[in-house]
């Protein structure tokens, strides 16, 4: 295994300044792995210590993608570097809800300051763990990275749900923009 040392101000050199860069469109080769790891609850560690500047962890986040081969890299235009991803890379954090029923919206604020509407480009799914049941809540951010959902954001969806008609069965969810979300059968959920 093949590690780099970490240079932020390198890679910050080579942002564009002002919006999110296109990391998608980079396709440098992989330069190895870093000591980097983002914990199940959100934080990031490097070389196991967490990264406690917020900007530096926005930055990091910016140049993040999730690739085909199910791995995270860092992704500048000359450098690739995969990194560890226990869970989701983000964590929502807050949500806003905006009117009731079919004609309500949804919004997400991530652990890293992202802001995304739930709706038809940025799908809310629920995974079950099948030996314990319990449920873990995700929502897209962009490309193929996702944030899990807090628990107390869960059970504030969970609090929003309805029973509707969905895929010819009865599902408990919530709506958002337009499209309902299934959170399960009416019963499953709390």
């Known amino acids: 295994m093949n590690r780099k040392t970490l240079d932020p101000e390198a890679i910050a050199a080579q942002l564009p300044k002002g919006k999110v860069p296109p990391v998608d469109s980079w396709h440098p080769d992989f330069s190895g792995e870093l000591d980097m790891r983002i914990a199940r609850d959100g934080t990031w560690l490097y070389l196991g210590s967490p990264i406690k500047r917020h900007r530096m962890v926005k930055l990091f ?104 008609p969905y895929d010819g069965k009865c599902q408990f969810g919530v709506w958002s923009a337009g499209v309902f979300f299934p959170l399960g059968p009416p019963g499953s959920i709390m």
């Open 61 to 164: 986040a910016s140049i993040l993608r999730h690739d085909e081969d199910s791995r995270y890299y860092l992704v500048t235009p000359v450098e690739k570097f995969a990194i560890l991803v226990e869970d989701a890379p983000f964590r929502a954090v807050a949500m806003d809800v905006h009117g009731t029923g079919r004609d309500q919206v949804l919004t997400f604020r991530t652990n890293v300051d992202d802001e995304v509407m739930a709706g038809p480009d940025h799908l809310i799914r629920l995974d079950i763990d099948p030996e314990t049941a319990e449920p873990s809540p995700y929502v897209h951010v962009r490309g193929r990275l996702e944030a899990s959902i807090n628990r107390a954001i869960f059970y504030d969806l969970a609090d929003l749900g309805l029973e509707e």
